[in-house]
């Protein structure tokens, strides 16, 4: 699931939810619901991320 596999990236990167949601210019809170499973990046926001 996203939600899971973002989450263990970003914590083996050592990166706080903070800093990974500046790096893809989204807020906190949205980021938190993607890890959180309740939202998921649009098409777009995954082609970044990738």
Same mark, same amino acid.
């Given at each position: 699931?996203?939600?899971?596999?973002?989450?263990?990236?970003? *914590?083996?990167?050592?990166?706080?939810?903070?800093?990974?949601? *500046?790096?893809?210019?989204?807020?906190?809170?949205?980021?938190?619901?993607? *890890?959180?499973?309740?939202?998921?990046?649009?098409?777009?926001?995954?082609?970044?991320?990738?």
């Amino acid at each position: 699931m996203f939600s899971d596999r973002i989450a263990s990236l970003r *914590e083996e990167k050592g990166i706080n939810q903070k800093q990974l949601a *500046e790096k893809l210019n989204v807020s906190v809170d949205i980021f938190r619901r993607w *890890e959180q499973g309740k939202r998921s990046p649009d098409i777009e926001m995954l082609r970044n991320i990738a």
